[in-house]
């Protein structure tokens, strides 16, 4: 394994017209997707094993971990020449570090439970699934290594608190998370607009995403405007198919 990119980032990979990244579904990835699942069913069985001052001591240490995790990234990046403006926790997935750390507080989940439901636990694995660090190398570099068990953590708290039965994914959840989401898009588009950058793919479509659809559907016809409109509609569409996995595993109700 060749660790001399392992403080390379995005920018600087593309600045020095380097290929040493990965494929979506190559080998690497798919040996990262294999371990997380395995890591995840280890600790939802570990949580479920648990007893209730176990469980707020496992999700504390998530939560406060991503968050103290996210601080030691940007350190590095700075450190290894990276602007820091490119790094900031303005992705969907950033927004999940303060969701995690308010919804370990508070004794009832109303908003938190729901959005780590309908939003944040999914998105985080999409971003798994449709990797926007492909340019760097899979394994042998710091911030895809940080990547990809940074979304695992959002993606696994998910998944213990709703087998543990501590989430209710309720249809009111759909709105919540869609009016939560619209309040961070409209601020965080003002920052794509000022900074030329990409925060939650609202600004660009992603490569090599759902998104690519969206674009190639509604935005190559009405331009960003039909772009913005179709991402809406397909978060909805999302959310509601969510819903209905979710009563249909019995997960779904008042807490």
């Given at each position: 394994?060749?660790?001399?990119?392992?403080?390379?980032?995005?920018?600087?990979?593309?600045?020095?017209?380097?290929?040493?990244?990965?494929?979506l579904?190559?080998r690497?990835?798919l040996?990262?997707?294999?371990?997380?699942?395995?890591?995840?069913?280890l600790?939802?069985?570990?949580?479920?094993?648990?007893?209730?001052?176990?469980?707020?001591?496992?999700?504390?240490v998530?939560a406060?971990?991503?968050?103290?995790?996210?601080?030691?990234?940007?350190?590095?990046?700075?450190?290894?020449?990276?602007?820091?403006?490119?790094?900031?926790?303005?992705?969907l997935?950033?927004?999940?570090?303060?969701?995690?750390?308010?919804?370990?507080y508070?004794?009832?989940?109303?908003?938190?439970?729901?959005?780590?439901?309908?939003?944040?636990?999914?998105?985080?694995?999409?971003?798994l699934?449709?990797?926007?660090?492909t340019?760097?190398?899979?394994?042998?570099?710091?911030?895809?290594?940080f990547?990809?068990?940074?979304?695992?953590?959002?993606?696994?708290?998910v998944?213990?608190?709703?087998?543990?039965?501590e989430?209710?994914?309720?249809?009111?959840?759909?709105?919540?998370?869609?009016?939560?989401?619209?309040?961070?898009?409209?601020?965080?588009?003002?920052?794509?607009?000022?900074?030329?950058?990409n925060?939650?793919?609202?600004?660009?479509?992603q490569?090599?995403?759902?998104?690519?659809?969206?674009?190639?559907?509604?935005?190559?016809?009405?331009?960003?405007?039909?772009?913005?409109?179709?991402?809406?509609?397909?978060?909805?569409?999302?959310?509601h198919?969510?819903?209905?996995?979710?009563?249909?595993?019995?997960?779904t109700?008042?807490k």
């Open positions: 394994m060749n660790f001399d990119h392992f403080f390379y980032y995005t920018e600087k990979v593309q600045e020095e017209g380097l290929n040493i990244g990965f494929d579904y190559g690497g990835h040996i990262w997707l294999l371990c997380l699942a395995s890591a995840a069913i600790l939802t069985a570990l949580y479920l094993r648990a007893n209730d001052r176990k469980r707020a001591k496992i999700r504390k998530m406060w971990s991503i968050f103290i995790g996210e601080i030691i990234k940007d350190v590095v990046l700075v450190l290894a020449g990276a602007d820091l403006i490119d790094y900031l926790p303005l992705h997935c950033g927004y999940a570090i303060f969701f995690m750390l308010a919804d370990v508070l004794t009832k989940q109303k908003i938190t439970g729901q959005l780590m439901c309908f939003a944040l636990g999914p998105g985080a694995l999409c971003a699934l449709f990797c926007s660090w340019s760097l190398p899979v394994a042998a570099n710091f911030l895809s290594c990547s990809f068990i940074y979304h695992w953590a959002i993606v696994s708290y998944i213990m608190r709703l087998t543990a039965g989430y209710r994914p309720s249809y009111a959840g759909i709105w919540i998370s869609a009016l939560t989401l619209v309040s961070l898009a409209v601020p965080t588009y003002l920052v794509d607009m000022a900074t030329d950058l925060y939650m793919f609202i600004y660009k479509v490569p090599n995403s759902p998104l690519v659809f969206i674009w190639n559907t509604f935005g190559t016809r009405f331009g960003q405007p039909g772009y913005l409109a179709g991402y809406a509609l397909l978060a909805l569409v999302v959310f198919a969510l819903y209905l996995v979710y009563t249909v595993l019995g997960c109700g008042k």
